[in-house]
DNA sequence: GTGGCAAAGTGTTATTTTCCCAAAT
DNA sequence: ATAACACTTTGCCAC
């Protein structure tokens, strides 16, 4: 259907144009009259097939004709950051596109004045804590990837943001989009949505199961493949990437996805010709973030980037990350094997996708088959749009039993249904105390009220859901985050503190009883890395074989604790390790242990470390603000914790790091050339700073810059007490 | 029989992942 | 359950 046969705005379609779209999608056309009527809409199709689009067109034509605000909810940070740059096409309309993601720049006031804000879905439900002053202005909302409601940890706060909107704004339009599932009719009644349900793709995807060297397809079709000595997986790829194509492959462990990228490495080098080659060599040193320390997975990845193959996993910074996605989306790398993270992210197509783990760990299970929805979101990675034809995803068998069986299960199967996981203890604790404690909800029967418009409601029993919500209500009464006065429920400071706060309830019980209970004569930095470490809001590291040297620094620091250490013999005590080792892991962070020295002894990816950085960080900046109330003793030391966390370094770099395009390794260097303050750094000529190790001419005009006397002292002098 | 080297066999180990705060610019 | 790696044993050849 041509776009302008479309009964729509015609400034919209010229931004459509804009983007070089000229015609809608089979699915896009059956949706969209009635997304422009204004209906809730449940799209159920997949990935890559246009879904965002509808919602744009959504969410601009309403917010044109009645005004107000609309909300796009995604489940990841990196997905923001690409909607919200999709979106700022339409801003030549007069809309104005924000994001808020933890790590941006935006604080709640300045929402105010965007028409459209893209942001995940806890900092949603954060927003609502926090009491925004524009709910009621929100016209449409739309949930990206809504089948994570089927998600143990983040799919009760996806659906307590729906509910709670509905419940704030009667008359809100929700757009949901999802992958395809098999319950997609059962959400829709409960969103009282139009169910628009399809398969169909921009590019055909063709599925097949390869056994030793023979592929059969789901057409029937069979063809064999036969090199010598090279395994099926090999040939694959090769084929592929001769016929100018490019390949993912998914295996089920970090460590898998750099044994076959060395595997492919050799095979795709011979590939490539001459001048490929000279743009891969270019990338490495085009990325180098001279902030950053290069560490030995940069040294691993450029190694095999040179070769036109690259590994992606959690472990890798986001910069790694980011250059590996990229650099495949610009054709140069012909090959990236992945974990399965690849497949929820950002969308990358490739011509061929290799899923060559239908298996992975699970703890206390084993090896389980995993979910047919997530088989069907790394097919469907198969297909580029304008370069392929046809896009084929083949899975790897070792038997006859196991290619039938893919072939049941996963090629001819339909995907699971979703299950609200809103009934869990941990979710109704949280959501129930958010809930009072912005008055959301003050009764009894307001709560059961609520609760029964949720997902959950609508699948399941309510007898047992009261039940399991008066059991949380007391949890929270005894520990007095809520109180129960003439049938009305509200939060005292406490409970309040703690939803605003965004944390667990129990994270929140754990520190306040540290702070007032603590036997601990005299806490060290360390005492309160450990203490965050042990709430649930940080997720700790595994425990190795070869981590017994974890028991002895138990000992070392025994005086340190603020919790009650467990019994050698109780169950617990692998925990209390496993936390111990966390928190490890931060101390040798801010005792400046090199990057590469983390990756050494705790076995992590970069990205891993700054994940629990990040988790820390926060969670200390939560116990700041409880020191506050119980115990202001520990504001000043928690202060100063926060910020050597953040930086990653000892006590006497305060200074130098207070400053921009300081981080640990410029300080480092700085104060072991004797420039230890501000007033150093205002004395020192620009030449000589300039000779500082890893300090440019740059660096050192952009440091001048900041400590000049006429430049304002405020942020730069902050720490200069520390001393 | 012995040294040198490659292939085959045995044993050990570890196992995927995301988001949440506030304040200032 | 299984892949990946480390380590040991076996097999083979030339001398």
Redesign the pocket.
């Known amino acids: 259907m041509k776009l302008d046969n479309i009964p729509l705005n015609n400034k919209i379609i010229k931004v459509l144009k804009n983007l070089e779209i000229f015609e809608l999608y089979p699915p896009q056309k059956e949706a969209l009259p009635h997304v422009l009527k204004g209906k809730n809409m449940v799209l159920a199709i997949p990935t890559a097939s246009g879904k965002s689009l509808i919602a744009y067109i959504g969410i601009v034509n309403k917010l044109l004709i009645a005004g107000g605000k609309a909300l796009y909810i995604v489940?990841?940070?990196?997905l923001?950051k690409e909607k919200y740059e999709e979106l700022k096409s339409f801003e030549v309309l007069g809309l104005k596109i924000g994001i808020s993601?933890?790590?941006l720049?935006?604080?709640?006031p300045?929402l105010f004045k965007y028409d459209i804000i893209v942001?995940?879905?806890?900092?949603a439900d954060?927003?609502l804590r926090?009491g925004i002053n524009w709910v009621e202005k929100v016209k449409v909302l739309v949930i990206d990837e809504i089948h994570l409601i089927n998600?143990y940890?983040?799919g009760p706060t996806l659906e307590i943001i729906i509910s709670k909107f509905k419940a704030l704004n009667e008359n809100i339009q929700i757009i949901a989009l999802s992958a395809t599932i098999k319950n997609s009719k059962e959400l829709s009644l409960w969103l009282k949505a139009k169910l628009i349900k399809s398969d169909w793709r921009p590019v055909p995807l063709r599925e097949g199961v390869c056994l030793k060297n023979k592929i059969t397809y789901d057409n029937g079709k069979t063809i064999t493949i036969n090199e010598n000595g090279k395994k099926s997986l090999e040939i694959l790829v090769k084929n592929s990437i001769k016929n100018n194509g490019q390949v993912l492959v998914f295996?089920?462990?970090?460590?898998?996805t750099?044994?076959?990228a060395?595997n492919l490495s050799s095979i795709i080098d011979n590939i490539i010709n001459k001048n490929e080659k000279r743009e891969l060599i270019k990338i490495p040193i085009s990325i180098k973030d001279s902030v950053n320390e290069i560490n030995s997975i940069d040294k691993k990845l450029f190694n095999f980037i040179k070769k036109g193959v690259a590994f992606h996993?959690?472990?890798l910074s986001s910069n790694q990350r980011k250059t590996v996605e990229q650099c495949f989306k610009k054709r140069q790398i012909k090959c990236i094997v992945a974990?399965?993270?690849l497949a929820?992210?950002v969308n990358i197509p490739a011509q061929c996708v290799i899923i060559r783990?239908l298996?992975?760990?699970?703890?206390n299970y084993?090896?389980r088959p995993i979910p047919v929805l997530e088989y069907k979101q790394q097919a469907g990675r198969a297909g580029r749009p304008k370069y392929d034809v046809k896009g084929e995803a083949i899975s790897i068998a070792?038997t006859t039993e196991q290619k039938d069986q893919i072939f049941d299960t996963y090629i001819l199967g339909e995907p699971e249904p979703i299950f609200s996981k809103l009934g869990s203890k941990s979710a109704l604790r949280m959501h129930l105390l958010s809930s009072i404690a912005t008055n959301f909800v003050k009764t009894i029967d307001d709560i059961y009220d609520f609760f029964d418009s949720t997902f959950y409601a609508h699948q399941s029993d309510t007898q047992s859901l009261k039940y399991d919500i008066n059991e949380s209500l007391n949890f929270l009464n005894q520990n007095e985050f809520i109180e129960f006065k003439d049938n009305i429920y509200f939060a005292t400071l406490f409970g309040k503190r703690t939803s605003?706060?965004?944390?667990d309830p129990l994270s929140a019980l754990l520190l306040k009883n540290a702070f007032e209970k603590s036997k601990c004569e005299k806490p060290t930095p360390f005492s309160f890395i450990n203490l965050v470490c042990s709430t649930p809001?940080v997720?700790s590291l595994?425990l190795?074989?070869?981590?017994f040297w974890i028991e002895e620094e138990a000992q070392q620091l025994k005086n340190e604790f603020l919790l009650k250490t467990p019994d050698i013999s109780s169950e617990e005590y692998e925990w209390f390790l496993s936390d111990l080792k966390t928190s490890l892991l931060i101390f040798d962070w801010i005792e400046e242990l090199t990057e590469d020295g983390i990756i050494a002894k705790y076995?992590v990816g970069p990205?891993d470390i700054h994940?629990i950085i990040?988790?820390v960080?926060?969670l200390l900046?939560?116990s700041r603000e409880f020191a506050r109330i119980y115990s202001d003793e520990y504001l000043k030391i928690l202060n100063e914790l926060i910020t050597r966390v953040h930086y990653g370094c000892k006590k006497e770099l305060l200074n130098l790091v207070s400053l921009k395009g300081i981080g640990r390794i410029r300080a480092r260097a700085l104060f072991n050339e004797n420039f230890k303050t501000i007033n150093d750094l205002r004395k020192v000529p620009l030449e000589r700073l300039s000779k500082v190790k890893t300090i440019g001419a740059g660096i050192a005009k952009n440091i001048k810059n900041q400590v000049g006397e006429n430049k304002k002292k405020?942020n730069t002098e902050i720490y200069e007490f520390f001393k």
Do not use: F
């Open positions: 489940p990841l940070k990196a923001a993601t933890g790590d720049d935006d604080s709640d300045r942001c995940t879905s806890e900092k954060s927003l926090h998600d940890e983040r295996v089920n462990t970090r460590r898998s750099m044994s076959v060395n996993h959690a472990g974990t399965p993270t929820a992210g783990d298996w992975r760990y699970e703890l084993g090896m070792k605003s706060l965004y944390i809001d997720r595994y190795r074989k070869q981590d076995n990205g994940n990040e988790m960080e926060w900046y939560a405020k």
